[in-house]
């Protein structure tokens, strides 16, 4: 699991390789990982974008930024958590992704909180072929 904090929002991120999902003859891998979102702060937010940098084994980087997450923007009062599930595929059998979300307290104020980096390995993954 991994674990950041920004302005008393608790980001965690469970990240898990699906090999059902996967072709590694194809250069094909698939993660899923679980993202819990919860507010240890004393206001009410609003989570509204997102931003990921997904970066595989290669160095090559993508950018993903969007309105909310999985369909939502959910909002957290005080000891509210969100969490959900959503999944990414990359060429190459390892990789790691980072990023961060943008949110507005009720009294307006937009800031970004951070998602903290997290690996992507698929079994056998880090190992090379001679």
């Given at each position: ?13 469970t990240?898990?390789y ?17 993202i ?41 009062e005080?000891?509210?958590?969100f ?12 990789g790691?992704?980072e990023g ?12 970004d909180?951070e ?16």
């Open positions: 699991m991994y674990r950041a904090v920004t302005r008393k929002i608790e980001v965690t991120v990240p898990r699906v090999s059902e999902q996967s072709s590694p003859n194809n250069g094909y891998y698939f993660w899923a990982y679980t819990d979102i919860a507010n240890r702060g004393p206001e009410t937010v609003q989570l509204k974008t997102r931003h990921w940098r997904i970066t595989d084994a290669l160095g090559r980087l993508q950018e993903v930024k969007g309105p909310g997450v999985v369909g939502e923007e959910p909002t957290l005080t000891g509210e958590s969490e959900y599930t959503s999944g990414v595929p990359l060429p190459t059998p390892s790691f992704m961060s979300y943008g949110m507005v307290s009720m009294a307006g104020e937009h800031f909180i998602i903290p980096a997290f690996s992507l390995d698929s079994p056998g993954g880090g190992r090379t072929l001679n």
